[in-house]
Every structure is written in C-alpha cells, then in structure tokens.
C-alpha cells in the first residue's frame, strides 16, 4: 500500500523482534529476513517517495545479518540520561499540564536519570490512564520500579533509527551522519 501514494513512510519497529532474533544460539528467521531485504531494496515506482525507518536495539545483530546496508543513514538515539532531559522529552510530547511538570521537576530536576524514549512513552501512556490526582504520582512510581532513576555504569538499551532515504532527492537530513 505504501505505493499507491505520492509520497509513503514506513516503520519496522523492533526489526530484530521481527526476525524472532534470539541471541542464545543465536537464531532468527531467515525467511523474514529475507523477505524485508527484497522489499527494502525495492526501489519504489516512478514518480512516488518512499521513506522507510527501522528500529533496533541490536544494531551489531543488523550488521552481522548484513542488513544495514538497505538502509541509507543510520541515526544513534541515545537514551534520556538528565532530568532536564526527561523534562523537555515531557513539554514536546505534551502529556502533561504545566503544574503536573512542574511536580515532576522537583522529582528529577538536577538528577541522573536512564531511559529509551519507547520506554518513556509507555510509561507516560500508563499513568495516562490514571485519574488526573494521582496521574504524576503514577508516573514517579513507574520510573523509580524501571530503575530509570538509577543510571548503569554502562549504556544499554539505546535505539538506533534506521532511515532508508534513497529514493528522496536532496532530502535535507541534519544530525543524521552516514554509518
């Protein structure tokens, strides 16, 4: 279907999940991953854009499956690593008021904080669902339970974003460098 437009964007999310990756071993599935390289490489019809973005944790798995060559950029997300950081995640996605932001600054304001941005939305879409009172406090809780308040010593758990841009012509692309 992503044909049938001028212009289309499609998102692999999770690509190794997809694969049925499993690093004990390790072993995937060579039929998806087979089928995802033919319809990657797949130069969309004349006249229509295509944007692709895939996402992965493992991007050392993509690589060793020789997958990263389908895709023309490759963009390191790095985890949410301040409060500050947490803060202005939480002002541009727009889930919560003013004052509820306001309670959450005075939680993680000046500390150290560990968080993929997958994982900050679930989190915020959980206390959503919380009556309005106690919907900060939810929040609170389930960031101190992920551990997220509690920085590794090593990063883990980052995301990469994968663009496919090849059929977009002089697409401008900042902070996006070539690896």
Known sequence: DAYKSQLSCVVVDDIERLLDYVPIGPRFSNLVLQALLVLLKKAPPQGRK?????????????????????????IHVPNIATGEQLLEALELLGNFKDKERTTIAQQVKGKKV????????????????MDPEYRVRKFLALLREEGASERPSKEVGCTVGLLSLSCFAKLPCHNAGKT
Do not use: C, P
């Not at 560990?114 to 669902?129: D, H, T």
């Open 50 to 74: 295509l944007l692709i973005i895939g996402t992965t944790s493992r991007k050392d798995v993509l690589q060793e499956m020789e997958m990263l060559n389908a895709f023309s950029t490759t």
């Open 114 to 129: 560990w968080i993929g941005i997958k994982k900050l939305l679930m989190l915020i879409e959980m206390s959503l669902q």
